[in-house]
């Protein structure tokens, strides 16, 4: 152990700890359960050790071996209720195994312009196929892409992708820009090259790079906002009544140019009153896209509304915890019990799994 992390459990035992320290210590402590071999751990031994340090008291006269023992039981504790909880779940799993939740992945749907619907999904990576017009193409990567169309000739058309909860997808669209589909989103978009205009419409999230040309602006519309770009990149999340747009690099303007955002800074507007523009660490805003929850002093309600969009679940809280604010970090390919106990070990709120509702409470 380190001596940040011997600072970070004295702060701890004293009571003087700061939520951003406390999740550091919190990610330790289950990297260290995840180290043990939860196999071989008995829970009868786990309960009787957790009943034996809660007891426990210095030998009378050890004066100078008591902060010690706090620091050490502070850190144990923590650790062994990670282990319990680690193996209970495990254990839980094999009997329930018709009930697994599982995390998401790589699914869309793509509706042409005709109304025909492709599964992406099932669109075996490096193959080609033509949908009224398009060349479609997806790589071994899984990424979808449009090609060839706009000799002139055709009639604008627009197309339509959708991601399911528990599901992601990134497609190049016929000019060249990239955008990152987050789950529950879907995003309508040109498939030709003719338009004056690059115009797409998105409801949930997307992360764009769009494809750098002076003389075709591309505009993203929401609910909420119109977002004109020549060539950046930029998140956008947007619910009913709610967008909000993050500037990576480059420029963006809104309201007809009136607002323009420098690169790390924020407009959010709420039925069509905007907020104070703000700068934010942009790395918050893109984890979803880069493979990881980052929760940085969100309100367990939103915490709660990306972990049911990832795994597919459904939420339900017990108490007024929804305001809590979380602190945390941890990959989205992790099982969700894994993900709900290091929600639990900042102490703000316990989990229960029925099937596919997760029960919160305080």
């Known amino acids: 152990m380190d001596d940040n992390l011997q600072k970070l459990l004295h702060k701890l035992k004293?009571?003087?700890?700061?939520?951003?320290?406390?999740?550091?210590?919190?990610?330790?402590?289950?990297?260290?359960a995840q180290k043990k071999s939860a196999a071989q751990i008995s829970i009868a031994e786990?309960?009787?050790?957790?009943?034996?340090?809660?007891?426990?008291?210095?030998?009378a006269g050890a004066n100078?071996?008591?902060?010690?023992?706090?620091?050490?039981?502070?850190?144990?504790?923590?650790?062994?209720?990670?282990?319990?909880?680690?193996?209970?779940?495990?254990?839980?799993?094999?009997?329930n195994e018709q009930d697994k939740i599982v995390m998401g992945g790589n699914k869309a749907k793509l509706v042409l312009a005709n109304g025909e619907v492709v599964d992406l999904t099932s669109v075996s990576e490096n193959d080609s196929l033509v949908m009224n017009g398009v060349t479609i193409y997806k790589s071994g990567e899984?990424?979808?892409s449009y090609q060839g169309k706009g000799n002139g000739t055709e009639v604008l058309s627009y197309d339509e992708i959708s991601t399911p909860r528990g599901g992601e997808f990134k497609i190049v669209l016929v000019d060249g820009t990239k955008v990152y589909l987050n789950a529950n989103s879907s995003l309508k978009f040109f498939n030709s090259l003719?338009?004056?205009?690059?115009?797409?419409?998105?409801?949930?999230?997307?992360?764009?790079?769009?494809?750098?040309?002076?003389?075709?602006?591309?505009l993203v519309h929401t609910d909420e906002q119109n977002i004109r770009v020549l060539g950046t990149a930029f998140n956008v999340k947007t619910t009913v009544g709610h967008s909000q747009t993050t500037l990576i690099e480059g420029s963006v303007s809104l309201r007809n140019g009136a607002v323009k955002l420098q690169p790390g800074e924020q407009l959010t507007t709420e039925n069509g009153v905007d907020k104070p523009v703000i700068s934010v660490d942009t790395d918050a805003f893109l984890a979803w896209k880069e493979g990881y929850f980052l929760f940085n002093d969100e309100p367990l309600e939103d915490v709660m509304q990306k972990i049911a969009d990832w795994y597919d679940v459904d939420v339900e809280f017990k108490n007024h915890v929804k305001k809590e604010k979380i602190w945390a970090t941890v990959s989205k390919?992790?099982?969700?019990?894994?993900?709900?106990?290091?929600?639990?070990?900042?102490?703000?709120?316990?989990?229960?799994?029925?099937?596919?509702?997760?029960i919160v409470q305080k």
């Open 142 to 144: 899984g990424i979808v």
């Open 64 to 95: 100078d071996l008591r902060p010690s023992w706090k620091y050490w039981y502070a850190a144990a504790a923590v650790l062994l209720v990670a282990l319990f909880t680690l193996v209970y779940y495990i254990r839980f799993d094999r009997i």
């Open 194 to 218: 003719n338009s004056p205009e690059r115009e797409v419409w998105l409801q949930g999230e997307a992360y764009f790079e769009v494809e750098h040309n002076k003389d075709k602006p591309f």
């Open 46 to 59: 786990l309960k009787e050790d957790l009943a034996t340090m809660k007891t426990f008291k210095p030998v």
């Open 14 to 32: 004293e009571g003087s700890i700061s939520e951003q320290e406390k999740a550091i210590l919190d990610n330790w402590y289950l990297k260290e």
């Open 333 to 358: 390919y992790r099982d969700i019990n894994e993900v709900l106990k290091m929600i639990e070990l900042t102490g703000t709120a316990h989990f229960k799994i029925e099937g596919r509702r997760i």
